[in-house]
């Protein structure tokens, strides 16, 4: 596995990954546990609505009262398969890593209890080959009624919710801005969660299809948070809005020529006026319009309004622009 505690990496690395077909199966498996994931997911609804033995036989696999598959996520963390979409190729490079996982992983994410229930869990699936087989067939049986709608409807959502997280991320935005406040554990525990970050710890965010309340699994060399595909797209289109909201300033000639005419340095409400020979009110109006999308400033000099132009807005404005328009 390359993610290691003590291997080089580099400080404070956030990666944004998707889709993961681990984590969408994993979310799956959970729902057998939480009715109100399959309201919210089409997909989940049909396969447990139309088969209610296999949500009784997933819940019945393991003993333990856990309520997922945690080992899932585990074990495809360890392996680096994350990002693998493919059933046939992950089950195999499940069982490998099942074969050099630690059981001593420290798993700060976890309660000790939900540790030692991982533990437990691992130790059995080694000493029983027949095991990890029915526990792969459970797998199996499970996607198999999911693999087409994830496909044709989850892949594009998680691409989306990807592009736009690392999009985010190029922008300067903070990751911790991308996730929901909704994981009580990973709020609990953020101080010590972004110290670890600081010292190199890696932070995976993953947009997941399935996504329920929230996702927060923290390894030896990694931290992996999922990403809801709603959630993101709120968040797009929020981004959207105010983007639209300074673009109405810019949209109308006058005001886009006098953040031209601003460009050779400030001016005042009546130079404006005069150049463009227009009434005073009718540029104090037009400038106001320009001050509430942050893209000029107005500073009262004496009986003057001094208009400047907001060069770092004006760039930031281009810039969100050009990265909306080029995807």
């Known amino acids: 596995m390359q993610l290691v505690e003590g291997t080089e990496q580099s400080e404070g ?6 889709p993961s077909l681990a984590l969408d199966l994993s979310w799956a498996i959970h729902a057998a546990w939480k009715p109100h994931l399959r309201e919210g997911q089409p997909a989940l609804a049909a396969l447990y609505g139309e088969r209610p033995e296999l949500a009784d036989r997933v819940r019945a696999f393991w003993d333990d009262e856990l309520g997922c598959f945690i080992e899932l996520e585990v074990l495809a963390a360890w392996a680096d398969a994350l990002e693998v979409v493919d059933l046939e190729s992950l089950l195999p490079v499940l069982a490998d890593a099942l074969s050099t996982v630690p059981l001593d992983l ?29 526990w ?15 496909r044709t ?8 919710a990807a592009l736009d997280a690392r999009s985010q991320l190029d922008r300067g935005t903070d990751w ?8 009580e554990t990973f709020t609990a525990h953020l101080p010590e969660i972004l110290e670890r970050h600081r010292e190199g710890r890696r932070v995976l965010i993953v947009p997941c299809a399935f996504f329920g309340k929230a996702l927060y699994l923290e390894m030896p060399g990694c931290i992996v948070i999922g990403l809801g595909t709603s959630s993101a797209d709120a968040m797009a289109r929020a981004r959207t809005v105010d983007v639209a909201r300074r673009l109405r300033a810019v949209a109308d000639p ?14 005042s409400v009546g130079e404006i006026a005069r150049s463009f020979s227009l009434a005073q009110p009718t540029v104090s109006t037009h400038v106001k319009h320009l001050r509430e999308a942050g893209l000029v400033s107005a500073e009262r000099r004496g009986s003057r309004v ?22």
């Open 13 to 18: 690395v956030t990666t944004v990954l998707g």
């Open 106 to 134: 420290p798993l700060e994410s976890e309660t000790d209890r939900d540790r030692n229930v991982l533990r437990a869990r691992l130790a059995r699936m080694r000493q029983s080959p027949g095991l990890v087989a029915s």
């Open 136 to 150: 792969q067939e459970m797998l199996t049986e499970v996607w198999s009624g999911l693999d087409d709608a994830w």
């Open 153 to 160: 409807s989850g892949v594009p959502l998680v691409e989306r």
């Open 176 to 183: 911790v801005q991308l996730i929901s406040s909704e994981c």
């Open 254 to 267: 006058t005001r886009l020529a006098i953040l031209d005419h601003l460009a050779d340095g400030s001016r």
């Open 306 to 327: 001094a208009v400047s132009l907001n060069r770092d807005a004006v760039q930031t404005l281009a810039g969100e622009l050009g990265t909306l328009l080029a995807r």
